[in-house]
């Protein structure tokens, strides 16, 4: 057996549109919605499916009447209650595991396998890709998802996302998948137009921002938040000349429009994926 080692820590919950702090984390969440959505073509009323990875256990309920037993996995103990007392009934369930160990079932137990935004939070990427392959049946599937490396940030930078280990491209995430799979066939995740447009702009903004200066810059507004908390003066930033009161102050976003966007803006494209926002890959012991 394998060691399937080691996440980072990163979990999205449902939530009301009005409670959602930014456009851009609700749109991120639509997306992660629609990956359960375009599973639903991999799976059958017989399925047996594991969700590695499951976090608060919102897509056993997009994925209902498509799996027989739909059993999730998280290391989150949070998570794990969350999607237990949400979503868990007597074919759905939620167990806590830790991913420096096993998995506890038996060789060729799955039909499919769904492990959506997690690969690029594992240490030990060989042994979490040989779980899944032990895992699935003959001829069976898994599906994982992870953000498109390519319109996120150039190869010599880091990942933009603090809890993200390493982001791939479609020839690097191609490159770690096809030693244990039969066939892998990749695709990315697009959207309509608008979505496009808000997408790509906030994530050139953050390609043309040194990291270090990102890192300093939540350096600073942490320190600011921390010093207000306990009483005490904030520091002074003698290189930016923005005040202290509009560093801290945080409007209320304007959600107007955001009715109009929904899980079904995205959608599976087979051309162009460099361009894509996560990639989707189809792999097949």
Same mark, same amino acid.
Request: no cysteine.
């Given at each position: 057996m394998t060691h399937a080692a080691g996440f980072t820590h990163e979990r999205i919950a449902d939530r009301p549109i009005d409670q959602w702090p930014t456009l851009h984390e609700y749109l991120m969440f639509l997306r992660h919605q629609a990956a359960y959505r375009l599973a639903q073509n991999h799976s059958t /009323?017989?399925?047996k499916v594991l969700d590695f990875g499951s976090g608060t256990g919102y897509g056993s309920k997009i994925m209902t009447g498509h799996f027989q037993s739909y059993q999730g996995l998280d290391n989150s103990p949070e998570a794990i209650a969350h999607a237990n007392a949400t979503f868990g009934?007597?074919?759905?369930?939620?167990?806590?595991?830790? /991913?420096?160990? /096993?998995?506890?079932?038996?060789?060729?137990?799955?039909? =499919?396998?769904?492990?959506?935004? %997690? $690969? *690029?939070?594992?240490?030990?990427?060989?042994? &979490? =890709?040989?779980?899944?392959?032990?895992?699935?049946?003959?001829?069976? #599937?898994?599906? $994982?998802?992870?953000p498109n490396r390519l319109l996120r940030c150039y190869k010599f930078q880091k990942p933009m996302n603090e809890?993200?280990?390493?982001? &791939?491209?479609?020839?690097e995430l191609l490159k770690a998948t096809r030693p244990f799979f039969n066939a892998v066939n990749a695709y990315g995740v697009s959207a309509s137009?608008? $979505?496009?447009? %808000? *997408?790509?702009? #906030? =994530? #050139?903004? &953050?390609?043309? %921002?040194p990291r270090f200066l990102k890192q300093i810059r939540a350096s600073? $507004?942490?320190?600011?938040?921390?010093? #207000?908390?306990q009483g005490q003066p904030a520091p002074q930033n003698t290189s930016s000349k923005t005040p202290a009161s509009r560093q801290a102050t945080c409007p209320e976003p304007d959600r107007r429009g955001w009715n109009s966007f929904s899980e079904s803006d995205y959608f599976l494209t087979e051309n162009n994926i460099e361009s894509s926002l996560d990639l989707f890959f189809v792999m097949t012991k």
């Open positions: /009323p017989d399925s009934d007597e074919a759905v369930s939620f167990d806590l595991v830790d /991913p420096e160990k /096993p998995l506890p079932f038996k060789d060729n137990t799955f039909d =499919l396998i769904l492990s959506f935004q %997690v $690969i *690029e939070h594992v240490h030990n990427v060989k042994g &979490y =890709l040989a779980e899944i392959n032990r895992l699935l049946k003959k001829d069976a #599937r898994a599906l $994982i998802t992870t809890f993200h280990l390493k982001e &791939y491209s479609p020839k137009q608008q $979505i496009m447009d %808000v *997408e790509i702009t #906030r =994530l #050139r903004k &953050y390609r043309n %921002v600073l $507004i942490n320190s600011f938040l921390n010093s #207000r908390a």
